[in-house]
């Protein structure tokens, strides 16, 4: 943690491995994603790909998410 906080983009990035599975701490999404975030802004390879793929996921989520709502208009299944 306390390389985490001088500024180690490595030690960030593993932090914000460890919040996003729960290993030795809390699990907290937010928490990691706001660690993989720093290590980005740090020059870390790895949370720069880890948050592309975070953004990729959420994209296909919200995707897939409209598609069932066109769905169940289109079949008057929407609920009233």
Known sequence: LASAKSGNPHSQHNLAVL???G???????QKSLAWFLIAAENGSKSAKRT???????????TQSLKQDLEKQIKHNQFAK
């Open 51 to 61: 948050i592309a793929k975070f953004s990729r996921q959420h994209v296909q989520k």
């Open 19 to 21: 919040y996003l599975k």
């Open 23 to 29: 290993q030795g701490v809390e699990q907290n999404q």
